[in-house]
């Protein structure tokens, strides 16, 4: 195994990616990456330590100009994309971030996430009869998508007649967090920062005449007085909230039961033992193979990673889907064990930017294979999936099985 194993572009590596990772923990830990322009960090020990390291960032514009970090501006026609992510959470530092999120943490605390379980358990199990009624079809179609989209679509008050526009906007949205997207790629990712902003803008101003119980309607007075949140700020977190909060939740279940079916010990194990074994199941599944396999940072400042010097404008890649296999920090990392309980992954990150929604998108989880495992306990896969392009957001195309 060389690191030229290392292919984002290979739909053989998207679909196994675990034995190039093994060879870059074993040979080249830090390693710089041409193809991708990145220094590719394969360690748990160094991953985990440079997501808390302040001396880097998701973005550099807070302190440096283009120009200064040596990077080129973003291409003009891109704008709409740029100025939307840009005020979100997860690429803001300093005191924006603390401030946003500060604000936006009090929908998701432990009190506040629990009183939807209710909710999510009754969504889930009509979600699964469904199913069931059919005799089966994609379990990422009919449960996987579904149920968090409802949820955080709930959480910030979406008309439920306006929900089936959010997948599409956030697939096209997301396809620019992979590596070297092309034109077209961007071209759907600036129609859908338009749209979806405008769409969010107008959603705003009928909250603002009228609030509710919702998060929109809460973020949206306090970016009334432009004090706390503007409304950019307000349109970009929201967009961050209905993507980030269905998009890893879908891939964790279809990966997961992908996992499960490829290894009937486990399953057979974990359905003997639903009540028992699922809460470190579903850390055991969001581990094994976690669906955010990368998350990029830039370099601030110069640092040393692992006896290598990394200079500043350098961009990371922290390899979340090897830190989780690495066998200096995971016991037998390469056999999934539903009972694992020594699991500290870092499957939601760390640092600053762990997510938000960590708390809502286990109990998602939980509810989901529950109400699987309960109701459907002879849910077999019907054919071998094929994976679905990006490798960065890693996930299935379906996920097709029968009962």
């Known amino acids: 195994m060389t690191t030229d194993a290392f292919d984002p572009w290979s739909p053989a590596f998207v679909a196994h990616p675990y034995p190039a990772y093994a060879g870059l923990r074993e040979r080249a830990p830090v390693h710089y990456h041409p193809p991708t322009g990145q220094w590719l960090v394969s360690r748990y020990a160094d991953v985990n330590a440079l997501l808390r390291d302040r001396r880097l960032g998701r973005t550099h514009t807070h302190r440096f100009t283009h120009q200064e970090f040596g990077r080129p501006a973003p291409d003009p026609a891109h704008e709409p994309f740029h100025t939307l992510n840009d005020h979100g959470l997860l690429d803001l530092e300093g005191p924006d971030h603390t401030r946003i999120r500060r604000l936006v943490s009090k929908a998701f605390t432990p009190r506040m ?39 955080i679509a709930e959480m910030l008050g979406v008309p439920e007649s306006d929900r089936h526009l959010l997948r599409p906007w956030s697939a096209d949205i997301t396809g620019m967090f992979e590596l ?124 040393e990673v692992a006896g290598t010097h990394v200079p500043r404008g350098a961009e990371v890649a922290l390899l979340f889907g090897s830190a989780n296999r690495d066998p200096d920090r995971f016991a037998d990392p390469d056999r999934l064990d539903l009972g694992r309980t020594d699991n500290p992954h870092l499957s939601f990150g760390a640092g600053i930017h762990f997510c938000l929604g960590a708390p809502l998108a286990r109990m998602e989880l939980t509810e989901s294979y529950g109400a699987l495992l309960r109701r459907a306990p002879g849910l077999t896969l019907l054919r071998e999936p094929e994976w679905r392009p990006g490798y960065v957001i890693r996930g299935l195309e379906q996920l097709l099985v029968e009962v």
């Not at 969504?123 to 409802?150: H, K, Q, S, T, W």
């Not at 700020?233 to 998009?247: F, R």
């Not at 039961?257 to 009540?275: H, I, M, Q």
């Open 113 to 151: 996430v629990e009183s939807l379980r209710p909710t999510v358990r009754r969504l889930a199990g009509e979600l699964v009869d469904g199913l069931l009624a059919d005799g089966g079809g994609d379990l990422i179609a009919r449960v996987a998508e579904p149920l968090p989209v409802a949820v």
């Open 180 to 303: 070297h997207p092309g034109p077209e790629t961007a071209r759907r990712a600036v129609t859908a920062s338009l749209e979806f902003s405008a769409y969010l803008r107008e959603l705003i101003r009928r909250r603002r005449a009228e609030p509710g119980p919702d998060l929109i309607s809460a973020l949206a007075r306090a970016a009334e007085d432009g004090q706390v949140l503007s409304e950019q700020e307000t349109v970009s977190t929201c967009v961050l909230l209905l993507n980030a909060g269905h998009e890893a939740t879908v891939n964790t279940t279809g990966n997961g039961w992908l996992a499960l079916f490829r290894n009937p010990g486990e399953l057979a194990r974990l359905r003997g033992a639903v009540d028992e074994l699922l809460p470190t199941a579903v850390e055991e599944l969001m581990r094994y193979d976690t669906p955010l396999q990368m998350f990029e940072r830039w370099v601030l400042d110069d640092v």
